[in-house]
Every structure is written in structure tokens, then in C-alpha cells.
DNA sequence: TAGATTGTTAATCGATTAACAATC
DNA sequence: TAGATTGTTAATCGATTAACAATC
């Protein structure tokens, strides 16, 4: 019967535009809460944010709608629910992969433990840097990373390794069940459909902003050409 | 007579969703540059980058068409062009304020230089780092910040602190006429008119790949339930 | 009750895709 | 010339915003 089921219809599917608020919504109701907010509108959170009201309802309502009309929304279960629906309540594992400048520092950050993100191991292709720790978690060989996910069930592998050697671990990440892999290396990678790629480009991110400037200075001079 | 200009109506602005594929294009057209491609097709760069031939026409068209009707694109024509509008030819002064993983991570990445991003200073309140260097420039105390940027123009400046002390870097920067910011820490900065601010947020970056990851195996067991 | 604010539908806006004439 | 492929307009699709009845 499963031949019958239209992959392309996803039902109930987040769109992206959405997917992007989301982790933005619960940073700022976790906030909320530390602040003592017991309820907040729709409202007051959009002039937060710098959203519509009715986005943020339009939103929360495809959440299963945690408001009560003439209210507002309860910070702590609405917060609660975004978390679950983040997944953000179970433990993910994860590792890394190329333990230079990037993953060095991923490895050391203290932030994703608070969100149940888990780092089990570190691998690298250069033999002096096996044994070592960073984080708390030690690096391995990369030739024995095979071995490592069949006997370790991992979540997430983070990639840091330089573009031209990535590609390579996609296909031993998802033989080893790795389930979505966080790319930092500048190439879009191509993967199974049993694993999910989030492609980072932080140089990308950095382009943006210098074009935005430029954008912006370019539409401010022609505007003084004008009034002049 | 600036008065009658309507600063919503933005003339000429490129979307978020194209700004967001701009730097793709330019990291793509140089790598078929670099594997000896003259000339691609709108059909081509699609099925390579997974968009459709019709977006890449319509995106390539508003860059002022670098196309030849029956032949295509040329490559290394239409990769300057992209890198004009991203600004990328032009040196950016950058400087990082905050020198921990991240900053340090930042501070030694080789990437940047290449897109002519050059890396000037880095800050840290931490008077034990003032003086020490990493990818090649020095950390000098934060309370020297404002006296730096009055001595040095700066193009953009990187956050890299903890999220409560980022907000009230925004105010000397902006004074000291920094006119970027490239935003790592885990707050949505506000920032003046004449600021122009790029909220990076990695942990938001993995909470989404983490939803999605979730999302699928819940429509995955959909599935199995159904076809049992 | 009156005021506030959600939930939800309809209207609008913007981005993507389809189509095809122009032309290499 | 015939085939390929762009440039560009129109059609479609999807996301955001507006509106307002429901209800706290």
C-alpha cells in the first residue's frame, strides 16, 4: 500500500520560512520566562521580534494553538511545546569531524549541551592529533570511524573538514545510520535520502552582509545625487 | 526635496530568497571556472545545483543578463559580474571582538582573505589575551575600541562575545563608523539605521536540522504504520 | 458588560515556475 | 536551416497580512 503515498504531498510539512522562526521563537520565550513572564500576546511578542501578530498567530496556531482568547499565550507551555516539537527534549549524539580552527571550537562550545546535544567523539585525519581532547571528548582516527558508528548509534556528524575532502563522508556517515549531518565545509554536499545536510557556509553569510552594504550604500548615494 | 522619496519602496532591491542564492552562484561559477568551463546553461547549473533552469534565468536576467540566447552563460563573465554586485573585489577591514573558541576560530580562518575580507584587530575584555595574536593580528583591550576605530575606518565588525555583553557593542560600533556587523552571539542585535547587522545564530542552525530530522522520522512511521 | 486578544478565513503580496518568442 | 537556449511575460503557487467572529 505504501506505493500509493504521494512523497511530494508531506502533509502537515513545515515550510522553510517557518522552520527558520522556530528556534528563534523558543530562544525568546525561554527569555520570557527568565524574565518572569507568565503570558505574553501575540502582540507584544511581535514588536519583539520585529514579526506581524498575525504571523506569530498564524504560527503558534499551526503549533496546535497554546493561547487563550482575550489572554495571550502561557510562556512556559508554549515554550515547552515549540521545545518538543524542536526536539529539542531528547539527547542528540553527535561528532566531529576535522578538528581544525572550526570544529576545535564547535567541540569547546559550552551552548549545545544545554539543548541535549551530546559530543561523544572527534576524528581527524592527522595522526598527532589522535588522543588529544577538546570538549571533553577524544579524537579518533578517521579510518576508524566506521568501526566507531557501528558500534556507537550517532546522531549528527558535524563536518569541519576542508571542502575537498567531504564529500567522501557522506556515504560512510549514513552506512553508519547517521541520520543529518551539519556541514561546515564550503561545498553543497550530496547525500542519501536517509541522512539530512544542513549546509552552514559561514562565507556565504559573510558575502551576504558585505552586499547588503554595499546595496545600501549604493541606494544612499543615489539618494543624496537626488535631493542635491 | 529627499523628503518625497519613499524609503519602503526600495527601488531595485534584491529579495531575501535571491540574496540568500547569490553566493551559491559565485562559489559554483568559480569552481566550473577552476574545472576549465568557458560557457553553462541556465538547464546545466540547474540540475547541479539543484534549482530549476527557469529561477536561474530569471536571477541571471536581473544581474543585467550575461547570457547568449542559443549557447549560455559565460562562466567567468557572469562569476565577475555576481562578484561586482556581491562586493567581493573591493577590501573589507574586519575586526572580531571577543576571543574565544569562536572568535579564535574566526580570527585564524584562511577563507576570508581570499574574498578579500582582511582581518585588522581583534578585542577582548580578557586582559590576559591583550597582546597575544591569532591569524596574524593583535587582541587589544575593549575599553580601546572606540580610540581603534577613530584611528582605523572599519568595514565590519565580528561578534563574538557572550550574548549579554553583545547588545552594548552596538552603540560604539555604530559611533566609530563600522557599518556591518557580523553577529555570533545568541541574541537578535537592534541596531541604527546606519548599521547593518547579520544575526548568525549556529545553535538555531542545528535546532532546525534537529527539527527536521524529527519531522521526517515522525512521517517515516507514518508511512510503515500505514502500509502494515 | 466592555475591552482584549485569539483562532481562522479571506485578501494580498511576492516568489517560483511555465511558456514561448527571440535569436544565437 | 534546425536545434538549443536565453530573455521575459504570464500563470501558479505559497507565504504574509488583514479582518473579524469567537471568547476569555
Redesign the interface.
Known sequence: ??EI?DRNN?PG??SDAM??R???Y??RLLELENLGFLVISSKELARR??LTDSQIRHDFNAFGGFGRRGRGYNVELLRKAIGD????N?E?NLIIIGIG??G???A??K??SE?S?KLMALFDANSELVGKRFGGARVYAINGLAKYLQKNPT??AVICTPAAGAQELVEPLAAGGV??I?NFA?V?LQAPDSI?V?N??????????????????V?EED??W??E
Chains 1, 2 share one sequence.
Not at 516539537?85 to 529539542?88: A, G, H, R, S, T
Not at 552552514?200 to 550604500?217: C, I, P
Open positions: 500500500m505504501s503515498i508531506n510539512r513545515v522552520t527558520r522556530m528556534p528563534a523558543y530562544r521580534m520585529g516539537i524542536l526536539d529539542i531528547r542528540h580552527n572550526m576545535k571550537a564547535l569547546q562550545y551552548g549545545f539543548h546535544f546522531d549528527i541520520k543529518g551539519w564550503a553543497d539530512l544542513n552552514v557556509h559561514l562565507t556565504d553569510s559573510l558575502m551576504m552582509l558585505a552586499f547588503r552594504m554595499h546595496e545600501k550604500q541606494l539618494k543624496s537626488i535631493s
